[in-house]
């Protein structure tokens, strides 16, 4: 398993930052997958639990000590600082892109133009492929903070109306694709 090797290499075992990216990564990999089963998606499992396993692998690098993470870069980049990351250790592109893209629900440029976010420009945040939708509606369901259990669908919306409108409707939209036949 590719995560595996990669986890070991940023992230030594025993350390907050490890147990707490592992048990979010995992919690975020079986609900992708029991998707992918009960929605027939047709992804293969070993590629929905390496992407899932790796959409947050950036978090290192940023300063987010609650989650044991005593990098210097904010938070809201650990997707793209993560796609660098992948993209540098030869994973697949597809993983970089569940990794850069599974923010929010996705991150559009206006998003970036708007908010002066420190993302860059050039790049399309906003997820495209079926595994990149899948990861991102899986993670929304899950912090990396406080208890780490399943967050309600109500709060799941609330969480994202928190950001914009835009956020929100991209939410639903991903809702109403993986849980028409659940």
Known sequence: MLWTKIYDKYYPAGTQGRRILEQHCRSVAELA??????????????????????????????DAPGIGCHGTEPYIRHGVLGADLLRSEGAPEEYARVAERHTGAGISREDIEELHLPLPVDRDMMPHSLLERLVCYADKFYSKSGDMQRKSLERVRQSMARH?????????ELHREFTQQL
């Open 33 to 62: 997958l029991e998707i992918n089963r009960g929605r027939h998606l047709g992804l293969d499992p070993a590629e929905v639990e390496d992407a899932a396993m790796l959409h947050d692998i950036g978090i290192f690098l940023t």
């Open 164 to 172: 914009s409108s835009r956020t929100s409707e991209r939410f639903e």
